[in-house]
């Protein structure tokens, strides 16, 4: 996705990046080739053909920080493909709305890492483990997760962000991750189906209240089932996302699309 991606540089939105799509020019190496491109300047065309050999350097050295710099915040899904094996999945758990941090779980696509208040929930050993990776996917971390572990910590993690919950709303599914799953026929375990984020504020106090290790193990299990099914919403809607914007030849206003039919082709798949 990112070598065929033109949105990032100066002057280049959505409109023209498909514009230049259109024109037969669909990944950098086409671009730099190209002796002109319609609609940019000579001057323009070698300003951006600066930037695109500097990002093939970057992309060399796997940095992905750069590109979270210079490319607009909704769009850094298109370095999943790229970043997919040094991404971790990320959600929280709290002691309310907003309130502070009961749990965290942390997702590599192999090994859940979880971290307890009161055992080793620790902003340190967080955010060593957070700079391993080079991509974070959440689903809402972009208006919970993330604001919430800045105030609880002050720690902001600076690798490329994907919110799934905002990629999920731009391919026609709305709501939240329980019935995002339903809509994928993803099934969670029985002991935590019908468990919501409410409920999860329950468990906690339950066993702040008991100090039965029975509701305690069922919230981790509950936030490890949060995180390790990111991988497979991630794997299903970016590329669907992917396609629609690398297809669309109508050019709907702004991300709109046919919701209903791509939803229907989802619960298909």
Request: glycine content about 8%.
């Amino acid at each position: 996705m990112i070598h065929n991606t033109f949105c990032f540089l100066p002057g280049i939105g959505m409109q023209r990046e498909h514009k230049i799509w259109q024109s037969g020019i669909h990944e950098w190496n086409q671009f730099l080739d190209a002796k002109k491109i319609q609609g940019l300047s000579a001057a323009r065309k070698q300003t951006h053909d600066s930037l695109l050999r500097h990002a093939h350097a970057q992309l060399q050295e796997d940095n992905a920080q750069w590109f979270a710099s210079i490319m607009p915040q909704n769009q850094h899904w298109r370095l999943y493909d790229k970043f997919k094996q040094d991404a971790c999945f990320l959600d929280i758990e709290t002691d309310g709305y907003y309130g502070s941090i009961t749990v965290i779980g942390v997702y590599d696509g192999t090994e859940a890492h979880t971290f307890v208040r009161g055992v080793n929930l620790d902003k340190e050993l967080l955010g060593n483990l957070l700079s391993q990776y080079k991509l974070m996917l959440t689903f809402n971390g972009s208006s919970f997760d993330l604001p919430v572990i800045q105030r609880y910590f002050n720690l902001k993690p600076t690798m490329p962000h994907i919110d799934l919950r905002h990629v999920c709303s731009k391919i026609g599914l709305t709501g939240g991750l329980k019935k995002i799953e339903g809509d994928l026929g993803i099934q969670r375990p029985e002991e935590l189906q019908g468990i919501t984020g409410m409920e999860a504020v329950q468990l906690w106090q339950d066993f702040k209240r008991t100090q039965d290790q029975n509701y305690l193990d069922l919230l981790v299990k509950y936030n490890t089932e949060d995180i390790v099914n990111l991988p497979r919403i991630a794997e299903t809607v970016i590329p669907q996302l992917w396609k629609h914007v690398r297809n669309d030849e109508q050019q709907m206003k702004g991300d709109e699309i046919d919701r209903q039919s791509l939803r229907e082709h989802l619960k298909k798949k």
